[in-house]
């Protein structure tokens, strides 16, 4: 089954066709990091403003890759939400017009779900396991029971990890996109130059934002000049790191589950992907996808188009939903 989707949730314009949930034939994204990087972070209206302008020439990449013409798709799928509502729109309504006018079906996605199917990109992973997905707007720990059964054991009560990120760069004066910064200055600090504190929260929650006030109190010690970034940068992605292993663990081990995987756009933190590295010693299974697939993309939209869309009565008639 050849599937083609469209990714415009946030500020990646992506198309991509993929074969049976796994095989990505071709894909193709637009970043538009530069374009926001004047205002400190996204802003809605001019980043879907570059998605209109964008997306048929993501699609017209893709099929300019492959041999594959659009009447051999058998379905096309687009990230329904969560996300920015007029920035979706571009990208659902491309592929709605694209299953009007081939007469084939539509998929809508969920964001979330899509970014824990890009583990199945290009490998053999399968379910059930335990998914961590972390990105700009979301910190959960997620049961993948089956393709399409999954249940969320834990989730945050504030910041998400990466919006904390983001948030401890610009107390750092870093620039956007501050998270991947401060994630390559923490590899030449001393993560513990700063002991920053663990939240006390359930064992089903996370919470940053005691983290971020810590930052900000340590950060207030010095003058601009003098300023330790990567000593703060590693002390605090090693918290942060700590927090959500040692979380992510504690289900793991209760549902008697030995493999996990990441998702999202913090999947591909350095740290990150080390300490789950290091769970292999430990007996797990660890699986994350390709750093390609862990930021916004189509070639999960796809995937998760083949297993687990969006279900509804009328998929033509489905709406963007901004939230999870």
Known sequence: MLILALESSCDETAAAIVENGRKVIADAVFSQIKIHQNFGGVVPEIAARHHLESINYVIKEVFDKTSIKKEQIDAFAATAGPGLTGCLLVGLNGAKTLSL???????????????????????????????????????????????????????????????????????????????????????????????????KVKEDEFSFSGLKTAVLKEVRKFESDNLPKNNIAASFQYRVCDTLIKKTLYHAKKLNCNTIALAGGVAANSELRKRLEELKTQGFITHAPKLRYCTDNAAMVASCAYYNPIKTDNPLLFEVFSRG
């Open 101 to 199: 006018v081939y007469n084939k079906p539509f998929l809508p996605v969920n964001h979330l779900n899509a970014h824990v199917c890009a583990n199945f990109i290009d490998s053999d992973l399968k379910p059930p396991f335990i998914c961590l997905l972390v990105s700009g707007g979301h910190s959960q720990i997620i049961f993948v029971e089956d393709y399409n059964k999954q249940k969320i054991l834990a989730s945050t009560i504030d910041d998400a990890v990466g919006e904390v990120y983001d948030k401890v760069a610009r107390l750092c004066s870093i620039p956007y996109p501050g998270g991947v910064l401060l994630d390559k200055m923490a590899l030449s600090g001393d993560n513990r130059a700063f002991n920053f504190p663990e939240a």
